[in-house]
Nanobody
């Protein structure tokens, strides 16, 4: 089991930026891909971005491509999500997620077994 703690959320105006962090402990963080998901009010949780164990490969939802950047620091057991040019539709609770095993389908919620408590991101228009 992995313990995940997100931070960095907040209230920002449209066009602004935020950087989310996810501190991991309990297992070998550096050996696994990681992901960010989000859940807006009244909607299902959706995939945002994922990153391979080395950081060499990244994936993004079409809605955030070109605006968000995922990264990781394996020495610090920390996952990041840099969010630029934020839009009101980015308002959601953002969660980091740890997979069931190596090489999961990166955008499937069911492939992730450990989740953080979430951090609220609110973008005003």
């Amino acid at each position: 089991q992995v313990q995940l703690v997100e931070s960095g959320g907040g209230l920002v105006q449209a066009g602004g930026s935020l950087r989310l962090s996810c501190a991991a402990s309990g297992r070998t963080f550096s050996a696994y891909q990681m992901a960010w998901f989000r859940q807006a009010p009244g909607k299902e949780r959706e995939f945002v971005s994922a990153i391979s164990w080395s950081g060499g490969t990244t994936w993004y939802a079409d809605s955030v491509k070109g605006r968000f950047t995922i990264s990781r620091d394996n020495a610090k057991n920390t996952l990041y999500l840099q969010m630029n040019n934020l839009k009101p539709e980015d308002t959601a609770v953002y969660y980091c997620a740890f997979p069931k095993r190596y090489g999961v389908n990166y955008d499937r919620e069911s492939e992730y077994v450990d989740w953080g408590q979430g951090t609220q991101v609110t973008v005003s228009s």
